[in-house]
């Protein structure tokens, strides 16, 4: 079965920056595109961008532009998400997502991972 | 970027009741691009609804969307008590609406 294993909650000053990993499980890594989305606490879900892990090629959230990285290591089947100059209003829950059979729409999710900002 | 806006914010109804929850998009939408996701509280969202009309996998048939262009609407046509969640609308690879809370009244 699909499996989208996310790392651990993390803690990190503003301005520093963050790398959480989703690895993944049960099907071809590369056959689906992959997606970070984030919810910040109480409040609904922000879709940041996605990956393809076959090519590489990204598509950010112009939100995010020029401070999310997402990459991709085919040979661990596993995805990373790196948001660098942290801000409070960065603490959220990130997931990762895996599209559905139907390309774009979200079918698997990870289990979320906690990234607190704070001083 | 097109802005989604779902309204209500909260629908408060009874079990048995017919939920009816509205996504409007900011410019035309393909239909074939617009999901719906339910969400519970410290659980991850999941799938209902794609290409705006078709039911994902194991989705009961209580659960219905409609619509095109800038209007889309998600169905509930007899509330069960595990369906009092959250729901967004999404278009693919893009933004999600802000939600409608669905309350027990």
């Known amino acids: 079965q699909v499996q989208l294993v996310q790392s651990g909650a993390e803690v990190k000053k503003p301005g520093a920056s963050v790398k959480v990993s989703c690895k993944a499980s049960g099907y071809t890594f590369t056959g689906y595109y992959m997606h970070w989305v984030r919810q910040a606490p109480g409040q609904g879900l922000e879709w940041m961008g996605w990956?393809?892990?076959?090519?590489?090629?990204?598509n950010y959230a112009q939100k995010f532009q020029g401070r999310v990285t997402m990459t991709r290591d085919t040979s661990i089947s596993t995805a990373y998400m790196e948001l660098s100059r942290l801000r409070s209003d960065d603490t959220a829950v990130y997931y990762c997502a895996r599209d559905s059979t139907v390309r774009g729409a979200i079918g698997y999710w990870g289990q979320g991972t906690l990234v607190t900002v704070s001083s | 970027e097109i802005v989604l806006t779902q309204s209500p914010g909260t629908l408060s109804l009874s079990p048995g009741e017919r939920a009816t929850l509205s996504c409007r998009a900011s410019q035309s939408v393909s239909s074939s691009y617009l999901a719906w996701y339910q969400q519970k509280p410290g659980q991850a969202p999941r799938l209902l609804i794609y290409?705006?009309?078709s039911r994902a996998t194991g989705i009961p048939d209580r659960f219905s969307g409609s619509g095109s262009g800038t209007d889309f609407t998600l169905t509930i046509s007899r509330l069960e008590p595990e369906d009092f969640a959250v729901y967004y609308c999404q278009q693919y690879g893009s933004s999600f609406g802000q939600g409608t809370k669905v309350e027990i009244k």
């Open positions: 990956i393809n892990p076959n090519s590489g090629g990204t």
């Open positions: 290409g705006a009309s």
